[in-house]
């Protein structure tokens, strides 16, 4: 009866780590996703800033 119980108790931690890991890695991913957006949106702001400020200037 112990060994079984053991055996439970061992299962469900195990379930519970792979379950808190599976929820970092889905974590860490949206970071790094909103990461990139947000590079990507200042890097696009950029560009059309300067062209525009270039096309002002020139005149």
Same mark, same amino acid.
């Given at each position: 009866?112990?060994?079984?119980?053991?055996?439970?108790?061992? @299962?469900?931690?195990?379930?519970?780590?792979?379950?808190?890991?599976?929820?970092?890695?889905?974590?860490?991913? %949206?970071?790094?996703?909103? %990461?990139?957006?947000?590079? @990507?949106?200042?890097?696009? %702001?950029?560009? %059309?800033?300067? @062209?525009?400020?270039?096309?002002?200037?020139?005149?």
């Amino acid at each position: 009866m112990q060994n079984s119980q053991n055996g439970l108790t061992n @299962a469900g931690k195990v379930l519970h780590e792979d379950t808190q890991n599976e929820r970092y890695k889905r974590y860490k991913h %949206l970071c790094y996703r909103n %990461l990139l957006l947000k590079s @990507a949106l200042t890097f696009l %702001l950029g560009i %059309l800033f300067s @062209a525009f400020l270039g096309g002002s200037i020139r005149r």
